[in-house]
């Protein structure tokens, strides 16, 4: 009798157990991916430890200085914040190379304000970082998308002397991130974008890469996990990027197809909700949760690289920077230890080095290993103001 109970109630506390999971499957949109994170769709590749193991990090922030509401006179301050407290409190620190850290700003092409971003370009130029594109849209067009997109590219770089052109074509050239997560219309409501054909517009405005991965706990988040691959737009179909052909060593990328650079996207087992479930680990900086050697180890654990080349692992971080927690993250204590500790374990382990990227340098490092390079090549931004 004592053995019967004690596994009617075994069995009835897996029971309660696996229907917690399933609730928090289901509300945290993860059935999307944790079929490719059990079961990855490409063989494992272990990194060689008689070579250098390079790490990437780019900071990719959606930064929104009219954030939460913000004022006109509310965001200049923190623009203003940014743009002198960034090189006080990262100045002091080196990468492998020697560098300071890096951060990407990509800013909303429907927020555009001028002083705005006269003053982060001035934090560029002075080697802290870079500017990109993101937008939020809703019930667009692929001509109106079209439009908005060269306009903005345009003032970034005539006006602001941002972005850059492409040393073949000479057209203006940007990375992107899409607000809401919602590319490619991948929204299942189909809200906040609302243009099936999205990846197509970005290429044609000469995008080089999109940056948007990873979006869980969003159902926008694709299939693909933990890649760098290309994608192209599938004819009456959204969230085209749910499948492509991975970035590899020796392979071409496919001309009408779109660079796709994702962040890390795992299970963090060490910080367990309520002890028995995973917390979701996909890369977001945020106050209370910055950035830190153990969730490093977890991002080389998700080890997202060019397909050939494992020893090369591309760490694309984001944050919403402007958010007024995270703010005071950023700007003080929080995130610095981070560095130091960097510092301490590539000096305990003569075979990590680690460079502090923008997002376009990350992109580049991409091609250098598609083209077979056994170390990198760090490349600054060239000139980028037109003649």
């Known amino acids: ?70 004022t006109s006179a509310v965001a200049m301050a923190k623009v203003e914040r940014w743009a002198s407290e960034f090189p006080r409190r990262y100045g002091e620190f080196q990468d492998s190379d020697g560098r300071t850290p890096q951060h990407t700003f990509f800013y909303p092409a429907e927020e555009y304000r001028p002083e705005y971003l006269d003053r982060i370009a001035e934090l560029c130029r002075a080697g802290y970082g870079d500017v990109e594109i993101h937008l939020h849209h809703k019930d667009d067009t692929a001509d109106a998308l079209q439009a908005q997109l060269e306009a903005f590219k345009q003032t970034l770089f005539h006006r602001h002397g941002l972005l850059r052109q492409d040393q073949k074509t000479g057209e203006i050239i940007y990375g992107f991130i899409h607000g809401n997560w919602a590319l490619c219309n991948s929204r299942p409501d189909g ?104 969730r490093m180890k977890q991002w080389l654990r998700a080890a ?23 703010i005071n993250a ?4 929080e995130m610095l230890q981070f560095h130091r500790d960097m510092r301490t374990m590539a000096d305990q382990n003569p075979r990590i080095r680690y460079h502090y990227v923008t997002a376009w340098e990350m992109a580049e490092l991409v091609h250098q290993a598609e083209a077979g390079a056994s170390e990198p090549q760090i490349h600054t931004p060239a000139a980028r103001v037109s003649a």
């Open 1 to 70: 009798m004592y053995l019967g109970l004690i596994i009617f109630g075994t069995a009835a506390a897996i029971l309660i157990v696996l229907a917690g999971a399933r609730r928090v499957i289901r509300s945290k949109n993860m059935g999307y991916w944790l079929p490719a994170y059990f079961m990855p769709p490409q063989p494992a590749e272990a990194a060689d430890p008689a070579k250098p193991l390079h790490i990437f990090i780019a900071v990719c922030d959606h930064w929104e200085p009219q954030l939460q509401g913000a």
């Open 191 to 294: 809200a906040w974008c609302g243009v099936d054909q999205e990846l197509s517009v970005l290429l044609k405005t000469g995008c080089y890469a999109d940056f948007t991965m990873p979006s869980a706990p969003s159902p926008t988040q694709t299939r693909i996990i933990n890649s760098i691959y290309y994608a192209r737009d599938i004819p009456g179909r959204r969230k085209s990027h749910d499948e492509g052909i991975m970035a590899s060593v020796g392979a071409r990328a496919p001309e009408d197809h779109l660079l796709m650079i994702q962040g890390p996207l795992t299970l963090d087992w060490d910080q367990r909700i309520k002890g028995l479930m995973p917390r979701i680990e996909n890369g977001d900086i945020t106050a209370g949760r910055g950035m830190s050697v153990r």
């Open 304 to 326: 997202v690289h060019v397909r050939g080349q494992p020893n090369w692992i591309f760490v694309k971080l984001h944050t919403h920077g402007c958010h007024d927690q995270n």
């Open 330 to 333: 950023w700007l003080g204590d």
